[in-house]
């Protein structure tokens, strides 16, 4: 097959080419001469998809390359979540490695240490930075720190009134409701709810959450209408990244009630 010989040749001197140009590994030439086609296509996956601009491409593409992307970054920050000491980026880190590192904490379900990242973050000037009050807010609401969330909350707000305003209304909800106030909690995101200026995946998050509570109320009805309105929202809008998985959570819920 001569032609087929010809192309695989064409492709590994494409590949070995784009190599020495962009400055790359020279090992890569190795693998792709060694390793006829299967190198070139490893080479191409490794060093040239991913900085590919995919603007112009369909939204399911770009969609499906932001998740292969944010596959990767959590790879990495997994690997170093299990290669570094927490402590020692607690007492010595700087604020962005603790940050960093509390978000790869959050990523493995790590919520009492991600607090504590968070929390050695608030120093000098970052000790009321927007971004680090919403991150321990979240890691202490998933650790089971109601009280301490809803203080941070308030703090926040005081600090940055118009900073995660939505989110804030959802986290304080969700704290309420861990405290087993769930009425409440009900309340509280029935006030988002009814906002026009809301953004759409907030809403969609607020709707799921509000179904959860009723659900636990036992309004099954209601919590089942919720659920509905969400998945209808999916069914008749091109939705965000965002968007879809609360409507993707809203369905498996769904059918898992059925």
Avoid at 89 to 103: F, M, P, Q, R, Y
Avoid at 154 to 177: D, G, K, M, N, V
Avoid at 236 to 252: D, I, Q, S, Y
């Amino acid at each position: 097959m001569p032609i087929l010989s010809l192309a695989i040749l064409g492709l590994d001197i494409f590949m070995a080419v784009h190599v020495i140009r962009n400055g790359k590994t020279c090992w890569w030439i190795s693998i792709i001469l060694v390793f006829p086609l299967i190198g070139s296509l490893v080479y191409f996956f490794v060093e040239i998809f991913p900085t590919l601009d995919f603007k112009a491409q369909p939204k399911v593409v770009r969609m499906q390359r932001a998740r292969w992307q944010r596959a990767q970054a959590d790879l990495r920050q997994e690997r170093e979540v299990s290669g570094r000491r927490i402590d020692d980026v607690v007492d010595t880190g700087s604020i962005n490695e603790k940050i960093a590192l509390a978000e790869a904490c959050m990523r493995r379900d790590l919520y009492g240490d991600a607090a504590r990242l968070y929390q050695s973050a608030r120093e000098g000037y970052f000790v009321n930075a927007a971004d680090v009050l919403i991150g321990l807010s979240r890691a202490l609401l998933e650790n089971g720190e109601f009280v301490k969330c809803r203080q941070v909350l308030r703090e926040l707000a005081e600090a940055h009134p118009s900073s995660f305003a939505q989110e804030r209304a959802i986290l304080t909800a969700r704290a309420l409701a861990g405290a087993g106030d769930f009425a409440t909690a009900t309340a509280e995101l029935e006030t988002l709810l009814e906002r026009k200026d809301s953004l759409e995946a907030r809403r969609l998050e607020a709707r799921y959450y509000y179904a959860e509570f009723l659900w636990k109320q036992g309004l099954k009805d209601r919590a089942v209408a919720q659920l509905t309105e969400v998945i209808k929202h999916g069914k008749l809008f091109n939705m965000t990244e965002e968007e879809e998985h609360w409507v993707t959570r809203a369905g498996e819920v769904q059918a898992a009630l059925r």
